[in-house]
């Protein structure tokens, strides 16, 4: 019952993604334009402008709110978020360089590339650092160490940067945005979310059987060494090309399974694609929201999901609190 209304909810955002836009064209002639294509202005608006952008709400979206439900279910610890084992930092810390160095500029698609490079720099090192057969914990503790030195290299360079405007087009860029992507975006990011999603979809056994216990799960003939590689190299496939393509996108890993899991129950199993499911909608909605608030001011996507997500996180604290007394 919940998946189909989340299927419904995101089929419905879906399509208004792609009919809302600055140019007010009407709803019938905005679709007929994405499918019969004239080869005019109407059709390059809808095909090279609306629809990477909704495919690209789509997929982080979803693949956002997947990594959320499987880092909350591997840890069993409902405020776990994608960006704890520290690849969103990483990406972003490979994109800042980028713009830095001139790469961004002078190399085309130099920007994205040295993000996911980033990314996965990053994921080696959380590897390395973790072990291969470490707790959780340990997992945790990697994943913070690499997120505070990417963030403290991130600050170094901004700190030296000697041109302002690049400083501030990083500072831009690092708020998160879907505005001026391309198709060549999403298929850049698209086999990484996709693998990233098989991957953490294929884990949903052995998040149910760690809700017992990591010593159960092990006598259930689940491999927590595999499991977590699994685990930690699909979040880093997602978090990484999401990163890449649309800047810092927080928040919607760490309250959409949150809000699900009133609604589908506590087992990470059945919580994974209602996550990705719900994650897509609160994105493709967000997005959709930028283009109607202010629409002449170029209000980021990564601060208007801070904003609804921050207080939204605040209510489920101060209800879990009022709930335990």
Do not use: C
Not at 286 to 298: H, K, N, Y
């Amino acid at each position: 019952m919940m998946r189909g209304v989340l299927l419904l909810l995101v089929g419905v955002l879906f399509a208004a993604s792609l009919v809302i836009g600055p140019a007010h064209i009407g709803p019938v002639e905005s679709l007929r334009a994405l499918i019969a294509g004239d080869g005019g202005p109407l059709t390059l608006v809808m095909r090279e402008i609306r629809l990477p952008r909704a495919l690209l709400a789509l997929l982080i979206g979803g693949g956002l709110g997947l990594s959320g439900a499987a880092m909350q279910g591997y840890l069993r610890n409902p405020l776990a978020d994608p960006g704890l084992i520290g690849i969103s930092g990483s990406a972003a810390l490979g994109a800042v360089l980028a713009i830095q160095t001139g790469l961004a500029a002078s190399v085309a698609l130099g920007l994205p590339l040295a993000a996911l490079a980033g990314a996965l720099i990053g994921v080696f090192l959380v590897l390395m650092l973790a072990g291969p057969r470490g707790t959780s914990l340990s997992l945790i503790l990697a994943g913070i160490a690499i997120a505070a030195l990417a963030g403290a290299l991130t600050s170094l360079v901004l700190n030296l940067s000697p041109n302002p405007f690049a400083a501030s087009e990083t500072v831009f860029w690092m708020m998160g945005s879907l505005a001026d992507r391309s198709m060549v975006h999403v298929w850049l990011a698209a086999p990484f979310i996709v693998v990233g999603a098989v991957m953490l979809m294929s884990l949903r056994r052995g998040l149910d059987a760690l809700t017992l216990g990591e010593d159960a799960a092990a006598a259930m003939g689940i491999g927590l060494p595999r499991l977590r590689l699994v685990l930690v190299l699909g979040v880093a496939a997602i978090v990484g090309a999401a990163t890449a393509v649309a800047g810092a996108i927080g928040f919607v890993g760490l309250v959409v399974p949150h809000i699900l899991r009133r609604f589908v129950g506590a087992e990470p199993g059945k919580l994974l694609f209602a996550s990705g499911l719900g994650g897509a909608a609160m994105l493709l909605a967000s997005d959709i929201a930028v283009r109607m608030i202010l629409p002449e001011r170029d209000l980021k996507l990564g601060v208007l999901t801070a904003i609804v997500g921050a207080p939204l996180f605040l209510h489920m604290i101060y209800r879990t609190r009022r709930e335990a007394l």
